[in-house]
């Protein structure tokens, strides 16, 4: 049976319990929990966050959707909002904070900068978007989204959380409770410890390529 | 037409002496349009210590490094002002290009100098000689060059001016991506291993905190540990880091670490049309882009020798004056949540800043990222319904809200016994680390640019500087108010009498033609003294284009702000510099 049809299944309570007993899904329940606790990490990076905090005040007020307990520590945070431009400097950090945190963990890029680097992306400190190292879960475009724009992708997280199930979910299996990120490295520019070898290859490459160009610029001086 | 002319600088007698006061050794700047005083490396500090002490041009503000790659050479420009008011005094130090490129440091004589020289030693490899801690501010140690100069490319480096031959006019474009070596924004040396890098880490960070670590030879000897703050953390108001080094829970020695946001505004500034800037400058002080664009365009309509239509003077005094009303009860909201009344005060605030918000965003289209300003003037008129709302917030709810805020915290006894008598700085020593806005005026030292030397229309205002004498935290908070009530008293003129007219003195045009030279343009800012100085050759994009941010200024003395006080009182001296990350970081 499909997950939809065991979640609404048609029995038939007598009208007797009908207000004190309801039949769901184990899945249904959990979700549902789930979906309305989800504690965001107190986390801003740039102008986004302004706009993150503003969503949570009185006017757009994001308590209604049970994500009003921002968590200043990570291990008690279901949720990072990537809340603005992702510099070289700051994401050691932010890999870092996406370690501690707990399964489930849900990551939202918020803004034209942490999903590809927006207006920003041509600058030598900027990662052209979180995703190239977190797994990102939903994106919100604008600069900055405003309110609505957050509130409207956070609907979309909790629509991504009800179709989770229990028996499938990656933390209840087998193996490791969460998949670590490697830290990167600040080097001569930033290191992925991931890519170590395809760095190497590549800069030697580029070494190839300076010093052929060195030799042929060499060659036209002698000729002439 | 009816407009009004820009505030040119004419050229004082006191500017005049310093030539005639050095002859044959300082020279006056003779390139067409740019002003100040050439001053050889060898001379810089008695040449300062006499214009500091003799001149009386006290507060140095601005500290700028120049790439002249052409002519094979290094400008390093200082601007000075005097805190009684009246125009600035440029000079500025010119050396060879080639390494070391080296100029004297001036932190003996203005301490405030200390973060602006290690910025300039960062992005443009200019070594200060006699500079205590010349580490490297925005980028990490260990990084690979000087990202501002010329001859510095970026990974994905495509061009060297906008727009684009590739997306201009036919509309082509590739992922940057695609023409990277490593397919990613990253550039290594020649035959990088990166198995056998050794990364530096905070090794010279915590080199610069280890005097204070040092073993007690004398009494009882107790531990003294290194406590980093941030980058994450609740009260750091974004990603600054602080390596405090406490002794019990008191503050021995502090360092800030920043850079956890630079977005490389200046190099990306650079390479922008004049136009295309005022879209990033938004996104300095993301609180109050309206001001962020009123310095830039000041400065580029100097640059270009153009009026300003009256409307829109009018227009951007309102828009500024809004801009500071909203940031000062959000900083009230935030020092109050920094305290640890967490929430409360802080909704009230937000409540009356999207009001404010919903006025931007009826004139401009956007309620943070306003872009709103263009050169000679504004992008769009107000309309009738907005005016008549800017009227009711301001001659009703305004005055109602910051008298409720009043009254609910001022006498608020935890509030008073938190704030008062926690010294933050004293007048001398604020304005020699160059110090201005609120923190400054709050010492006693009644400097505002809109009186000093005022900008745009100003000068037709009523309003006072206001100041408060104690210098601690509670004359701080006193202060914002205060100048809520000042910014509330010049709306209410500006709205009586701003007239009709054009908003714009100039054409609508996507590319200004900017003739060669190089301007100053200050506001006062919610924050400071905020200035964008603009080095035009007459070409579509600026040579150079320097901001300089009041948050990153302000923090140079926060190791004095902060030494001997508690940790718990660290978040409040912090918060109320009121520093914003996008500002600070750039």
């Known amino acids: ?224 | 037409m009816a407009t009004t002319l820009p505030h040119t600088e004419t050229t004082q007698p006191s500017t005049l002496d310093l030539g005639a006061r050095f002859p044959g050794v300082v020279s006056a700047d003779t390139r067409p349009s740019f002003k100040g005083w050439i001053v050889p490396k060898e001379n810089l500090i008695e040449v300062a210590t006499v214009i500091r002490d003799e001149f009386g041009y006290d507060l140095l503000s601005n500290v700028t490094g120049v790439d002249y790659f052409p002519e094979n050479k290094m400008e390093v420009v200082y601007h000075a002002y005097k805190t009684t008011g009246g125009p600035g005094l440029e000079f500025k130090v010119q050396v060879p290009r080639e390494d070391p490129v080296e100029v004297p440091s001036l932190i003996n004589l203005w301490p405030g100098v200390d973060f602006q020289e290690r910025e300039a030693w960062d992005l443009l490899g200019i070594k200060f000689t006699g500079h205590p801690d010349l580490r490297r501010i925005l980028m990490w140690e260990g990084y690979e060059g000087h990202p501002l100069r010329k001859d510095w490319k970026e990974p994905f480096h495509e061009e060297d001016f906008k727009p684009f031959k590739s997306r201009w006019p036919d509309g082509q474009f590739y992922y940057a991506e695609e023409k990277n070596p490593y397919q990613d924004n990253l550039k290594f040396p020649q035959d990088f291993d990166p198995e056998q890098w050794i990364p530096e880490g905070d090794a010279l960070l915590y080199g610069s905190l280890a005097r204070y670590t040092l073993p007690q030879e004398d009494g009882l000897g107790t531990d003294r540990i290194v406590l980093n703050m941030g980058p994450q953390h609740p009260s750091t108001h974004g990603v600054f880091r602080a390596a405090l080094t406490v002794e019990g829970e008191t503050i021995v020695g502090l360092k800030p670490v920043i850079g956890y946001l630079h977005r490389n505004h200046e190099k990306i500034g650079e390479r922008n049309t004049y136009i295309q800037n005022m879209p990033f400058t938004d996104r300095l002080d993301y609180f109050n882009s309206m001001a962020n664009n009123f310095g830039y365009a000041l400065a580029v309509e100097k640059l270009m020798n153009i009026p300003v239509a009256e409307r829109a003077d009018y227009i951007r005094v309102i828009m500024a004056e809004l801009t500071r009303v909203q940031n000062h009860l959000v900083f009230i909201g935030n020092l109050l949540n920094d305290l640890g009344a967490m929430y409360t005060p802080a909704l009230y605030a937000f409540e009356e800043r999207e009001l404010v918000l919903d006025i931007f965003e009826a004139v401009s289209g956007a309620r943070m990222m306003c872009n709103y300003f263009r050169f000679g003037g504004v992008v769009r008129d107000v309309p009738d319904d907005v005016m008549q709302k800017i009227k009711d917030l301001v001659y009703e709810r305004l005055p109602a809200k910051t008298e409720e805020m009043d009254r609910f915290l001022t006498e608020n006894e935890i509030l008073v016994s938190r704030l008062k008598g926690v010294h933050v700085i004293d007048s001398e020593t604020a304005v020699r680390y160059s110090m201005t806005g609120p923190v400054l005026r709050a010492t006693g030292v009644p400097y505002d640019i809109r009186r000093a030397d005022p900008y745009s229309i100003y000068d037709r205002f009523e309003f006072d500087v206001v100041t408060r004498t104690n210098g601690d935290l509670y004359d701080n908070y006193l202060i914002r108010l205060d100048e809520i009530w000042q910014s509330l008293r010049i709306l209410q003129q500006a709205i009586k009498q701003i007239p009709q007219g054009p908003i714009n003195s100039q054409k609508p045009q996507y590319q200004v033609r900017v003739p060669a030279g190089e301007a100053y343009g200050r506001v006062e800012s919610p924050k400071g003294e905020l200035g964008f100085y603009v080095i035009s050759n007459g070409k579509p994009n600026p040579w150079r284009y320097h901001v300089r941010a009041p948050s990153f200024v302000n923090i140079t003395p926060l190791e004095q702000i902060c030494l001997g006080k508690k940790i718990a009182d660290f978040v409040a001296l912090f918060g109320v510099i009121d520093v914003v990350m996008g500002e600070l970081d750039r």
């Open chain 1, 1 to 224: 049976m499909d997950n939809e049809k065991l979640s609404l299944p048609q029995y038939d309570i007598p009208q007797d319990i009908q207000n004190a007993v309801t039949v769901t899904t184990l899945d249904r329940l959990y979700n549902w929990g789930r979906r309305s606790s989800v504690w965001p990490l107190m986390f801003g990076l740039a102008c986004c966050a302004i706009e993150m905090i503003v969503a949570q005040t009185a006017r757009f007020d994001m308590a209604r959707f049970g994500m009003e307990v921002m968590r200043p520590t990570p291990r008690q945070a279901d949720m990072m909002i990537v809340a603005g431009t992702v510099t070289k400097k700051m994401l050691p950090p932010i890999v870092r904070l996406y370690n501690q945190m707990p399964e489930p963990k849900y990551v939202v890029a918020m803004g034209a900068c942490a999903s590809s680097g927006g207006p920003f992306k041509e600058g030598y400190n900027v990662v052209a978007g979180i995703d190239k190292f977190l797994p990102v879960d939903v994106y919100i475009p604008g600069c900055p989204p405003t309110p609505q724009a957050l509130i409207h992708g956070m609907i979309k997280l909790q629509e991504k959380i009800d179709r989770q199930s229990i028996g499938k979910v990656r933390w209840y299996r087998k193996g490791p409770d969460s998949v670590e990120v490697p830290i990167p490295i600040l080097g001569p520019d930033l290191i992925d410890p991931r890519r170590n070898p395809e760095i190497k290859d590549a800069a030697a490459a580029t070494s190839r390529a300076a010093t052929q160009e060195g030799a042929s610029h060499g060659d036209n001086a002698s000729s002439h």
